[in-house]
């Protein structure tokens, strides 16, 4: 496995929580070991896979309850700041998934760059998030599809949800169905599930595209009444439209699924990071131009909060249109309902693999090179939320696991270019040229002093070696040099610890509303001072040359480290601090 440190009494229980997985260690199976997973997914299939994850139903309502709440007609503007907070992860993510293509995505990256016991916490954090949230999300296709067949309790009996009277539980079959369908499908290979992900993802981008061109025109015919308002493009001033966009930031949640699939990328230096950030950028394309669509054609305080865009068109006379938008919500749920499925088997299996879990759950079918024993299990375990419970009240805990993800491998990201591993082992292709050098060198000694002078010729450019290291000015210059590096690195560990110390005391300080005034301030001055001290710190020391042969190289390199990731921290915590 490649730990690092060992346990030992107390203080080796804190080493094992600390202890750090070898970058490469997942590489080091054999080629045709039994639990590895076919390289199947090119970058068109990662955007379709990315897409689909994200953009879900919430769209289709978001618009209206943020338009009416924080933003007014600066809704477009909301989404565009939540996109680019969105895409400081995204870089995040692009670099990690690049260096180190192994399935379980936040986990594998944090057990490699921060410890155990974090990487465990990240691990079980998105297996509950997929987890409810997948259930989250089924639930809510069966009241749209009732629409279909005349109203809320029109479903087929087999279909509609019933009341059980002793237990106080609505159960869901339609849901359940819907669960167990798409975890067959995938079930069937990642290749085969991704293709249909991607058509019912392209329809849904052909619905949105539908309210797009329609609006447009309507809204050219009618002068964008939505724009004429008295309260002006800013009803709610600047914090409002902020505090729109902390809300619509959680429409970007799904791109991150895209780097579960990492180790069934063909080329995943050059792939997951193009996939990643186009799919974002599609998404957040997508979210600004039906925004402000549907923002200019009814004043936002008109706005129906339930069904935006359908009333939107129904009050121009479009009441068909409502059958159409309709239709995009339930192909966005199914299409994200098959995203939330996805990442769990490969995190199940990635925690397996590295002995937090049973073996059962690193098993690779041979057929379908997926983990269908995992894959079950997950499909089992969200199918029974989704019939037996009302998970709505859950749902923010999905949001609770993907902030930690995020927080997470931004923190990597500085740990990976200022600290990184001590030993860290080069990829398989590297040994097997190194090794080959290797033996080359040894050929030609044994032809240049023959065979028999063999052993006394290696001992004697051994004797040679040693003496010249063993040169006073040469000993004096490399502990020098080892001891500038031992105290760089403790630098950069104490200025990151600052920062995340920093951003934790600023972002509860500036959110604890129950604290009197001046205390507040004192509180967020001294967190500042934390995060602005280790930024400063990290922008003065060097970072780590041993970054440059972390992982694959030959992939994205996320730009403007430290500066980017501690904003990526301080976004995310004060999210992550300030959900219900």
């Known amino acids: 496995m490649g730990f690092e440190g060992a346990a030992g009494g107390m203080g080796g229980g804190v080493r094992a929580l600390m202890r750090r997985k ?54 477009t503007l909301s989404f565009l700041i939540a996109g680019i907070a969105a895409a400081l992860s995204a870089f995040c993510y692009a670099e990690l998934a690049s260096r180190c293509p192994s399935a379980g995505s936040a986990y594998h990256y944090s057990y490699i760059c921060v410890g ?27 009241p749209n599809l009732a629409l279909f067949f005349g109203g809320a309790d029109s479903l087929p009996w087999i279909l509609a949800r019933h009341e059980i009277p002793w237990l ?27 293709f249909v992900q991607g058509v019912v993802t392209v329809l849904n981008c052909f619905v949105m595209l539908f309210v797009i061109i329609a609006g ?8 964008w009444v939505g724009y004429k308002v008295a309260g002006g493009f800013f009803p709610f001033g600047a914090n409002g439209m902020l505090a729109g966009s902390a809300t619509v930031f959680f429409a970007y949640i799904g791109f991150d699924s895209v780097a579960s699939t990492a180790e069934e ?28 669509v549907i923002v200019g054609l009814v004043p936002y305080f008109a706005m129906d909060p339930d069904t935006p865009i359908s009333s939107a068109f129904a009050k121009h006379g479009m009441h068909w249109a409502m059958y159409l938008v309709t239709t995009g919500a339930v192909l ?14 490969r995190i199940l299996m990635a925690m397996a693999r590295d002995g937090l879990l049973p073996s059962f759950f690193s098993d690779v079918h041979k057929t379908t090179q997926v983990p269908v024993k995992s894959t079950i299990v997950t499909g089992i375990c969200a199918a029974s939320l989704a019939f037996f419970m009302d998970v709505s009240q859950l749902a923010g805990m999905v949001s609770v696991g993907t902030l930690l993800a995020f927080t997470t491998v931004a923190v990597s990201i500085l740990i990976l270019r200022y600290v990184p591993p001590d030993e860290v082992p080069l990829p398989s292709s590297l040994q097997a040229s190194f090794r080959r050098s290797h033996e080359n060198d040894e050929e030609k000694l044994r032809d240049t002093l023959g065979y028999e002078d063999h052993e006394e010729g290696a001992s004697e450019i051994s004797d040679v070696v040693v003496e010249s290291i063993k040169d006073p000015l040469i000993e004096k210059q490399l502990y020098a040099s080892k001891l500038d590096e031992t105290k760089r690195r403790k630098t950069a560990a104490c200025s990151i610890a600052s920062v995340c110390i920093g951003v934790l005391v600023l972002t509860t300080s500036a959110s604890a509303t129950f604290l009197p005034f001046l205390v507040r301030c004192f509180v ?18 060097d970072q780590d040359d041993g970054r ?29 601090i300030n959900l219900g």
């Open 265 to 292: 990328v063909k080329n995943p230096q050059r792939d997951l990071p193009l996939g990643i950030a186009t799919a974002l950028s599609i998404c957040c394309s997508l979210y600004m131009l039906v925004s402000v």
């Open 524 to 541: 967020c001055a001294f967190g500042g001072l934390l995060l602005l001290t280790g930024l400063g710190m990290l922008c003065w020391i």
């Open 548 to 576: 440059h042969s972390f992982g694959h190289s030959g992939g994205f390199i996320c730009p403007f480290v430290p500066l980017l990731p501690v904003m990526c921290i301080l976004i995310n915590t004060y999210l992550l």
């Open 22 to 75: 070898q970058v490469d260690s997942e590489r080091a199976r054999p080629a045709g070991s039994s639990n590895q997973l076919r390289k199947e997914l090119s970058v068109a299939q990662l955007i379709t896979i990315g897409v689909g994850s994200t953009i879900g139903a919430g769209v289709y309502v978001l618009v209206g309850t943020v338009a009416r709440e924080h933003s007014g007609p600066a809704l």
């Open 116 to 142: 155990e016991g974090v990487a465990w916490l990240i691990g079980w954090a998105l297996i509950l998030e997929y987890t409810i949230g997948g259930s989250a999300v089924a639930r809510g296709i069966s």
């Open 216 to 223: 447009s025109y309507i809204g050219f015919q009618t002068g």
């Open 332 to 345: 966005a749920l199914c299409s994200t309902l098959m995203g939330s499925i996805l990442p769990q088997p």
């Open 168 to 194: 106080d539980v609505v159960v869901d079959p339609c849901a359940a169905f819907l669960v167990f369908l798409v975890t067959g499908l995938l079930c069937v290979g990642i290749k085969e599930s991704s």
